[in-house]
């Protein structure tokens, strides 16, 4: 939780300094990585298989590409934010149904 604040002020350092989405700046995807990791269970296999989902939906955001354009680092860090909160739901529906 500590690096929420944080990651926002560094991600508007970052775009202010090196323009929008620099891909030098990687705590966003540190962010989205802690969020997925709290809520799956602790197993190699969940791991690998919900950190593919988890790219998949912050390469392609398919229902939030919008936010990635919101300016002063909040885009940034909050579309692999949505990210992993719909891979954290991916896994709820996986596991409800299995």
Do not use: N
């Not at 969020?35 to 955001?61: A, G």
């Not at 579309?79 to 739901?89: P, R």
């Amino acid at each position: 939780l500590a690096l929420f604040p944080l990651s926002f002020y560094l991600a508007y350092r970052f775009e202010k300094c090196v323009g929008h989405d620099p891909s030098c700046f990687t705590l966003d995807e540190v962010i989205g990585s802690f969020i997925v990791v709290c809520f799956i269970p602790h197993k190699l296999l969940h791991y690998l298989l919900f950190f593919i989902v988890w790219r998949l939906f912050d390469i392609f955001k398919p229902f939030f590409k919008p936010v990635e354009q919101i300016q002063q680092g909040v885009g940034i860090v909050l579309d692999d934010i949505i990210g992993a909160v719909l891979t954290v739901g991916v896994y709820f529906l996986y596991s409800w149904f299995i």
